[in-house]
């Protein structure tokens, strides 16, 4: 019964965070600790990262924050992005977007 209960509560405050999170679009500017700068209909927006921020990487594979300033190393400017933000700005998920692969 406890964990049926406990489960329930669970399941509604995931639903609650999902509520409030916002979707961005953007392209990548700059990576800095703590923050990721993007261009969002062409004005520079910059998001703050906390302990909890992940990337979703290859294979839906989590990248904790800790390993953003690595990650980030890589990206070139102008990479697509889809971040879910809080209703404080602070990043919940990074996504690269998908980009077709040129017939060659």
Do not use: L, M, Q
């Given at each position: 019964m406890t964990r049926a209960i406990v489960a329930g509560v669970l399941g509604l405050l995931m639903t609650v965070t999902v509520v409030f999170?916002?979707?961005?679009?953007?392209?990548?500017?700059?990576?800095?600790?703590?923050?990721?700068?993007?261009?969002?209909?062409?004005?520079?927006?910059t998001f703050k990262t906390d302990d909890k921020s992940v990337m979703i990487g290859k294979k839906d594979k989590q990248?904790?924050?800790?390993?953003?300033?690595?990650v980030f190393g890589k990206v070139k400017v102008g990479t697509k992005l889809e971040l879910k933000v809080s209703d404080k700005d602070v990043i919940e998920e990074i996504k690269m977007a998908k980009t077709k692969k040129k017939d060659k």
């Open positions: 999170a916002k979707d961005v679009k953007g392209t990548f500017i700059k990576y800095e600790e703590g923050s990721v700068t993007v261009s969002v209909d062409d004005k520079e927006t990248v904790p924050v800790t390993e953003f300033a690595k």
